[in-house]
């Protein structure tokens, strides 16, 4: 069965302290791995699509990667404005546009 | 480019009753997708469109159905509401499969 798990839930991070969020995922044929932002009560903003082991995408202080059976979003120096929840989605090759997410993480950054 | 708009944005209805919620994607854009959103579930896949046909459908019943008119502007609806329908109800557009989907704000359902 295709799925998505993220971690950690929750992280508390001060101003300035770089971190990673995981997301494993198990997709029998990957076409994408989608990241988004989402703030409460809005809907996701799309960040970042990665297709392919080994690939890279950068946007401000945000980096996603992509290995075989997981990605990581690692966010350099965070600032307040960053805390949000940010869900990872897989699209499989067999199941059209349908996207599997993950719980998310929940981010919070002090200043 | 304007964004995907989703309507009503806020909604209250009584068990029994159905409700219709509406979706306009991005202009030229070609897939509509629906997921609905909990804090139990998370977000969950309701039904995709292209081109008016449906393309895929998650696992839920057949008290949900939707449809996607010549313009590409797509409808849910919800018959014989339940309490446990209460969500964030979230429409999504793409260009086609394995493009980024861009979500509306969503509509958020009461179930009372």
């Known amino acids: 069965e295709d799925q998505v798990t993220q971690s950690p839930e929750a992280l508390r991070l001060q101003e300035g302290e770089s971190s990673s969020l995981n997301c494993s995922y198990t997709v029998s044929g990957l076409r994408g791995l989608f990241w988004y932002r989402q703030d409460p009560g809005k809907g996701p903003e799309f960040l970042f699509t990665?297709?392919?082991a080994g690939e890279e995408k950068e946007k401000e202080r945000l980096k996603a990667t992509l290995t075989k059976k997981e990605s990581f979003l690692h966010i350099t120096a965070p600032k307040p404005e960053d805390s949000a929840t940010y869900l990872c989605?897989?699209?499989?090759?067999?199941?059209?546009?349908?996207?599997?997410f993950g719980q998310g993480t929940e981010l919070s950054v002090k200043p | 480019k304007a964004g995907v708009t989703q309507t009503p944005r806020y909604l209250i209805k009584t068990r029994g009753q159905q409700v219709t919620l509406s979706c306009s994607p991005i202009s030229g854009h070609r897939s509509v997708s629906w997921y609905q959103q909990t804090p139990g579930q998370g977000l969950q896949f309701l039904f995709e469109?292209?081109?008016?046909?449906?393309?895929n459908k998650g696992n839920f019943p057949g008290r949900f159905s939707g449809r996607q008119f010549s313009n590409s502007r797509s409808e849910m609806n919800v018959s014989t509401l339940e309490l446990g329908d209460s969500a964030l109800y979230l429409c999504?557009?793409?260009?086609?499969?394995?493009?980024?989907?861009?979500f509306g704000p969503g509509t958020r359902l009461t179930v009372l």
């Open positions: 469109y292209f081109s008016e046909t449906q393309r």
């Open positions: 989605a897989v699209q499989a090759n067999n199941q059209g546009g349908k996207l599997i």
């Open positions: 999504a557009s793409s260009p086609g499969q394995g493009y980024e989907q861009f």
């Open positions: 990665l297709y392919s």
